[in-house]
């Protein structure tokens, strides 16, 4: 496919047409400046969209993000709505890491007054967030506990008083997803949560401090309690190897699924099944489940970012090192949400792989704080680079159920990224920038190298231009802690 | 090496190549071993028996190798020598037999989250058998 087959709807705005592919069921929209299309149109993120689109039961159109590149079946960036309940359910658009998403922080203390504790903090926060390879979490639970860990997510963190209230209240779906269950998860997915919870793992996720460096919306910015010069730490991790075991099961299982709804695809990874068929409905419950370990695994990780905040600065300095909440966002999820398509009211399950929910103002499953300026859409950078805060909008309602992008989104392959950079090399080159950098593995930091990515700054000015989110603040990193 | 490694942006593709389907299989775990930089211990040396029937060659290979992330993962443990046997016992009805030979990992440098049916085609050729895997990293 390239750019001649789209149709230019504006200069952030392109869609391929149903006609395209004789499968296709609804048009794919593009969120995209064909400098962004350009650079994505020699992998098969296109084709994936389009394959995306044959999924039975899909209303609206497929939308893509200007970070998408190319997945496994799904585009990365992508979101996909299936009318319940005769639409259907596919894991794989909705990916192996599960909840996969990004908790902000912010703190009332200044970058200026502790720049010369950075070094300290990074080794506070790499000693005390567990990351790299297979690690363990900082609790162990037995498969008992797990099960409660699965059904209250966040909530089973304040039960252990690893959270507050307040922690909760800004988390989407409160840090819970109704209708987990847990019995729906195998025993070897939960053999491999067990002992992970309250851990990074390995690949791009992280944990960043940044400094709030330039406020766009005061407004949003004040509601949101970023100011500007003050750290914010940024926790971008998933459901690990509970999520992982969760999508390769029912991915196995929905290969016979669809043999009995006959249902064909044009790529076995997108297998799915009818959302109120008794597959569709254990793998939601399975899904729910695993995010709501995303959500636990995230607030213990914040709970262990503000025991290395607290040893760093209490004492040293007088108030402001405690983190707040600012947000909590899922980027890979199907949520059942209700959404004008055409005039009418749909209930519908909103594939997003790769895509930040970003309600917009007024939507009442936001906290009360926030529904006047809209969801706090957290977009990490990549590493050397800028990161994000949005909110997201009345248009992103109606043009992309209610999302945004995601973060920069690769355009290097991770061995072309090591053929070229050197993991020492980009480490100086950080630190020489002033950002304290700690990794278990140079060749994984290469692999993350901020020129794998495309700029951040690009992708944000493309959803800001299409009016699907709105800027509020940009973060500088100064600590980067990676697995 | 029957096996190499195809450009993906984010994740991993490997293309394998065998004489025969036992044959295909072992060379996609050692690819793979080759692309987490999986090295093992000496010794001692360990044995894993693994059963499974699926739809069709591809639902096995998918099966197998995931059992041998799970082993990464959750038993540090890795495998460089297999006895595998296919066979299908009816219409849709594939099944494996295989024997994993091994030890403790002494390091790997990447995990890999899942293996994926992503464009999964196992495919006859003049020279044998041939497929590329696209895994979740």
């Given at each position: 496919?390239?750019?001649?087959?789209?149709?230019?709807?504006?200069?952030?705005?392109?869609?391929?047409?149903?006609?395209?592919?004789h499968?296709?069921?609804?048009?794919?929209?593009?969120?995209?400046t064909r400098?962004?299309?350009?650079?994505?149109?020699?992998?098969?993120?296109?084709?994936?969209?389009a394959?995306?689109?044959?999924?039975?039961?899909?209303?609206g159109?497929?939308?893509?993000?200007?970070?998408?590149h190319?997945?496994?079946?799904?585009?990365?960036?992508?979101?996909?709505?299936?009318?319940?309940?005769?639409?259907?359910?596919?894991?794989?658009?909705?990916?192996?890491?599960?909840?996969?998403?990004v908790r902000?922080?912010?703190?009332?203390?200044?970058?200026?007054?502790?720049?010369?504790?950075?070094?300290?903090?990074?080794?506070?926060?790499?000693?005390y967030?567990?990351?790299g390879?297979?690690t363990?979490?900082v609790?162990?639970?037995?498969v008992h506990?797990?099960?409660?860990?699965?059904?209250?997510g966040?909530?089973w963190?304040?039960?252990?008083?690893?959270?507050?209230e307040?922690?909760?209240?800004r988390?989407?779906?409160g840090?819970?997803?109704?209708?987990?269950?847990?019995?729906?998860?195998?025993?070897?997915?939960k053999?491999?949560?067990?002992?992970q919870?309250?851990?990074?793992?390995?690949?791009?996720?992280?944990?960043e401090v940044?400094?709030?460096?330039?406020?766009?919306?005061?407004e949003?910015?004040?509601?949101?309690?970023?100011?500007r010069?003050?750290?914010?730490?940024?926790?971008?991790c998933g459901s690990?190897?509970?999520g992982?075991?969760?999508?390769?099961?029912y991915?196995?299982?929905?290969?016979g699924?669809?043999?009995?709804?006959?249902?064909?695809?044009?790529?076995?990874?997108?297998?799915?099944?009818?959302?109120?068929?008794?597959?569709g409905?254990a793998y939601?419950?399975?899904?729910?489940?695993?995010?709501n370990?995303?959500?636990?695994n995230?607030?213990?990780?914040?709970?262990?970012a503000?025991?290395a905040?607290?040893?760093a600065?209490?004492?040293k300095?007088?108030?402001?090192?405690?983190?707040?909440?600012?947000?909590?966002?899922?980027h890979n999820m199907?949520?059942?949400?209700?959404?004008e398509i055409d005039g009418?009211?749909?209930?519908?399950?909103?594939?997003r792989k790769g895509?930040?929910?970003?309600?917009?103002p007024g939507?009442?499953?936001l906290?009360?704080?926030?529904?006047?300026?809209?969801?706090p859409?957290?977009i990490?950078g990549?590493?050397?680079?800028?990161?994000w805060?949005?909110?997201?909008?009345?248009?992103?309602m109606?043009?992309?159920?209610g999302?945004s992008?995601?973060?920069?989104?690769?355009?290097?392959?991770?061995?072309?990224?090591?053929?070229?950079?050197?993991?020492?090399?980009?480490?100086?080159?950080?630190?020489r920038r002033?950002?304290?950098i700690?990794?278990g593995?140079?060749?994984g930091?290469?692999?993350?190298?901020?020129?794998?990515y495309?700029?951040?700054d690009?992708?944000?000015?493309?959803v800001?231009?299409?009016g699907?989110?709105?800027?509020?603040?940009?973060?500088r990193?100064v600590?980067?802690i990676?697995? | 090496?029957?096996?190499?490694?195809?450009?993906?942006?984010?994740?991993?593709a490997?293309?394998v190549?065998a004489?025969?389907?036992p044959?295909?299989?072992?060379?996609?775990?050692?690819?793979?071993?080759?692309?987490s930089?999986?090295?093992l211990?000496a010794?001692?040396r360990?044995e894993?028996?693994?059963?499974?029937?699926?739809?069709d060659?591809e639902?096995l290979?998918v099966a197998?190798?995931?059992?041998?992330v799970?082993?990464?993962?959750?038993?540090?443990?890795?495998f460089d020598?297999?006895?595998?046997?296919?066979g299908?016992?009816?219409k849709?009805?594939?099944?494996?037999?295989?024997?994993?030979?091994g030890?403790?990992?002494?390091?790997?440098?990447?995990?890999?989250?899942?293996?994926t049916?992503h464009?999964?085609?196992i495919?006859?050729?003049?020279?044998?058998?041939?497929?590329?895997i696209?895994f979740?990293?």
């Open positions: 496919m390239n750019i001649d087959n789209l149709i230019k709807i504006s200069d952030y705005e392109w869609e391929i047409p149903t006609h395209v592919r499968n296709m069921r609804v048009p794919v929209r593009i969120f995209a400098d962004l299309l350009e650079q994505v149109i020699e992998d098969k993120s296109l084709e994936q969209a394959n995306a689109a044959t999924l039975p039961g899909l209303v159109h497929v939308v893509v993000m200007p970070d998408m190319q997945g496994y079946g799904f585009p990365i960036g992508g979101v996909a709505a299936t009318e319940y309940p005769r639409g259907v359910v596919s894991p794989g658009a909705i990916g192996y890491d599960i909840n996969c998403g902000l922080l912010a703190s009332r203390l200044a970058h200026e007054s502790v720049k010369d504790d950075m070094d300290r903090l990074a080794t506070l926060l790499n000693n967030c567990p990351s390879v297979g363990e979490g609790v162990s639970v037995t506990e797990l099960d409660a860990v699965l059904r209250d966040a909530q963190a304040l039960k252990h008083g690893y959270a507050t307040n922690d909760l209240r988390t989407e779906e840090g819970r997803l109704e209708g987990a269950k847990p019995e729906k998860v195998s025993q070897r997915a053999q491999r949560g067990r002992e919870i309250g851990s990074l793992g390995a690949g791009n996720h992280f944990i940044d400094v709030i460096d330039e406020i766009f919306d005061e949003a910015a004040s509601a949101m309690g970023l100011v010069g003050n750290l914010a730490v940024q926790i971008h690990r190897g509970l992982h075991q969760v999508c390769t099961d991915v196995q299982d929905f290969q699924a669809v043999r009995r709804y006959g249902i064909e695809l044009p790529d076995r990874e997108l297998v799915c099944a009818p959302l109120d068929s008794p597959e409905q939601l419950g399975a899904m729910r489940a695993a995010a370990f995303a959500f636990a995230r607030q213990l990780l914040a709970f262990s503000r025991r905040f607290e040893e600065f209490a004492g300095v007088k108030r402001g090192w405690e983190l707040t909440p600012v947000y909590d966002i899922t199907g949520k059942i949400e209700t959404h009418r009211l749909v209930k519908v399950c909103v594939h895509a930040t929910r970003a309600f917009g939507t009442p499953e906290p009360e704080e926030y529904r006047a300026i809209g969801q859409v957290i990490p990549s590493m050397g680079t800028a990161s805060v949005l909110a997201g909008t009345a248009e992103s109606k043009r992309s159920f999302s992008c995601h973060g920069a989104g690769r355009v290097m392959s991770r061995a072309k990224a090591k053929r070229e950079v050197r993991g020492e090399d980009l480490r100086n080159e950080l630190q002033g950002i304290q700690r990794t593995s140079l060749a930091l290469a692999e993350e190298a901020p020129q794998a495309k700029d951040v690009d992708v944000v000015e493309t800001s231009a299409a699907i989110a709105r800027k509020v603040a940009r973060l990193p600590a980067v990676k697995g | 090496m029957p096996f190499e490694e195809l450009p993906h942006t984010a994740d991993w490997l293309r190549w004489a025969n389907l044959a295909l299989f072992s060379e996609a775990a050692r690819g793979m071993n080759t692309l930089g999986a090295a211990d010794a001692p360990l894993r028996d693994f059963v499974a029937s699926g739809a060659a639902s290979l197998f190798l995931s059992e041998l799970y082993y990464a993962e959750q038993e540090h443990t890795g020598s297999f006895g595998i046997e296919l299908v016992a009816g849709d009805t594939h099944w494996l037999r295989a024997v994993f030979h030890a403790r990992l002494s390091q790997l440098h990447k995990a890999i989250k899942a293996v049916y464009r999964l085609d495919v006859q050729t003049a020279h044998g058998y041939e497929v590329t696209v979740d990293v």
